[in-house]
């Protein structure tokens, strides 16, 4: 197995070394100047083949009208000069030769345009969603539904996504979705990841990529896809950004505030930004539960009511710098940070009767707890392009804390059917916990022609999470250590992993394949029962897509894809977290990652309706299970493997347009899960077919009104034990901008018909329960966006690091 490891990265080093020795050395610079004799600043300069007019680089005059074109190859070439404010301006063709590598023009004179803007501002109205071949893409940035909501907000109306408000993220009705930011991992997962979307008003977010099959270029982890939520950046030369204020009203409010900025010159490039909210949610919780003895006959019925008020302060900061020593060459530095605090005050009522429905006891739990949250980041990037065609090396350090403390107290009272006290009692716990992530990668493109690419790359990345939890039994006010429960768990993960991705396309036909290989190795250890595990293992992940064009209306697409869901750091920790004195979640050390297996087949028409079928298979998928104990009516969930489970997915996406006015989006999916396992004593087979919808709505009213009317609604399915009943939301919103393009309101409605809440019901074994939550999902929100700065636009460089499979999996 080592001596694969070893052939496989040095093949990779032996192509990186070939391609980086391929070398060109001709050369062309100039000065371009109006009628005038004044410099052109900001023009941009296209090379392009005399052969076939193909486009080869690009370079953008300085503020003395000086451009520079190097690394090129010996040909016939001529170059275009294009400007907002100018006409066009085209050379005479010309050639680069060993005799002649280099070649200056001094007199390129650019006539003023008679049709010029004092400013020049370029808008591009893009639908809500677009489908793309490989993904789908939810333009944030545009959706006036979106204006003062969360990022988790906008999730749950994204096509395929099922959000659960306190713990998870789904996609197509699996779990294991990687979260990227910026195209990084994220480590945090669960609550910590639910509580972290919650803080990032969605005025940050310029789109959300979903991606169901991606290539070997992206981490392994992440059995049903990955979703890459991209922060605003601005394009523009000089120094601009934008201010939003929002205020929105549901049961109770929710005030919040962001503001982005961005320098941009010739050499530096600094951006930033930070978001403010501090909305006040609620949660109410519904829960039946029966209790059977041997004979599974029913010995109690469990009725539980509760409400939960969660006041938050969310800041988040990103700030960063990119210096351009040359046209080739780009350094960077970027940090992200959020500070969350959150307090909850939870009320909990339940009813215990006899199976004759006579009531037995009554209990009464309140749970007050603080819990606050630090995530800061920092990545430092390089970047060296050779040439136009796209041949380049980028290199990534990362590294990162996550930090998290929770203090809680739970009071419970049990008192008989005449109201007397039978118990009363209290918990105290403390936990904390800390991620250390530290990650290196480097990539390598070499395109041997426009239509043939070579991507190779490295990364190795380091993660220890450190959870430290007490228990308190509290007697006469003082506090008293509950060793038994208590717990201090460490784990360590090393990830080290090499990929190769060679890309071909021909007249009709065009294909990608990719092999990605991940050693990992794995430590954790329970310090209060000196229980320790580990783990090392190799695995290859391969990746093939084939595309065939028929015609200009028709192509098929068909992928296939090996991918790895490893359990997260919150999934392994064997921690409890109590809801109430009857229910808790806990982690387990022993999950196994899984493995998955996707095949999927596209059909575009007119290069824009497309029908997706896909197959997904999966070993030991990892789903939460209830375990319920008859006897002291106590039930956890924990995380368990499912041996198998398989996916059929058929789905569309068709976007229609009415003239001018409406432009529409509709996606629909059908998909059938089937789970077959032996677990809990019984043999679970779960068989359950489902469907969604999604349907986007963009009206142009004109004199810089406009309008959307969007919705989505998913029908009952089913997850490992879980039938999820269906769930569906109507949100509505209109806009105004005004005529300088600079201020923008909106006022939005989400969930019109309260109609999004999420509905369990269980019936397997000893268990049979149902539950309901419902939080404060109608909000009208009011917010006005003010834009300033200079509205020139460039090239913006989007940048991500090394770590987003690490940020997932965090919590």
Known sequence: MKNRQILIVAIILLQLNYCLSQTNSGKINGFVFNEKKAAVEFANVTLHRVSDSVFVKAS?????????????????????????????????SFTLSAEKPSLSFENIVVKTNSNKLNE???????????RKLDKIIVNVENSIVSAGNTVLDVLERSPSVMVNQESSINLKGKSGVVVLIDGKPTPLSGTDLIVYLKSVPAANIQTIEIITNPSAKYDASGNAGIINIKFKKDQKQGFNGSTTLSYGQGVYSKPSGSINFNFRDKKWNFFGSHSYSNPLNYGQFFINRKFFDENHNITSNFEQNSFTKVPSINNNSRFGVDFYAN???????????????????????????????????????SILSDESRFNGFANFNFKHSFNALGKEITADVDFGNFNAKSIQDIHNINANPDENVISDTMIATNQTGIIKVKSIKTDYAH???????????????????????????????EPILDVTKSNHFIYEENINAAYSSFSKELTKWDFQCGLRMEHTKTNGKQLATDEQFSRNYVTFFPNVVVNRKFSENNSLSLSYTKRIDRPTYRQLNPFRIFVDSYTYVVGDPTLNSVITHSFELNHTFKGKYITTLSYTQSKESITDIFVQDDDTRISYQIPANIQDFEQFNLGIYIPIKYRKIVNSTFSASVYL???????DGGNLQQDFTSWDMNWGNNFTIGKG???ELSGYYQSRMVWGLFFIKHLSQISAGIQKVSNDKNSIFKLNVSDIFLTNHIAVDVKYQNQDFFTERKWDSRVVTLSYTYRFGKN????ARQRASGVEEEKRRAG
């Open 447 to 477: 395109p041997f022609s426009e239509k043939m690419k070579l991507e190779v790359g490295l990364k190795s990345s380091l993660v220890t999470s450190d959870n430290d939890v007490k228990f308190y039994n509290v007697e006469n006010d």
């Open 705 to 707: 009104w406009s309008a």
């Open 60 to 92: 953008i005059t300085d503020e003395k009208g000086n451009f520079e074109l190097d690394n090129l190859s010996e040909g016939n070439y001529y170059f275009k000069v294009s400007h907002a404010s100018f006409e066009n301006y085209k050379s005479k």
């Open 327 to 365: 046209d080739k060459t780009i350094f960077g530095v970027m940090a992200n940070g959020s500070w969350n605090n959150n307090d909850r005050y939870a009320n909990t009522d339940a009813i215990i009767t006899n199976p004759d429905g006579t009531l037995n006891y009554t209990t009464q739990t």
């Open 792 to 795: 020139t636009v460039s090239r």
């Open 673 to 679: 899960n089937k789970y077959s396992s032996p677990l």
């Open 120 to 130: 020049v501002v370029v808008t591009k109205e893009k639908q809500f969603i677009e």
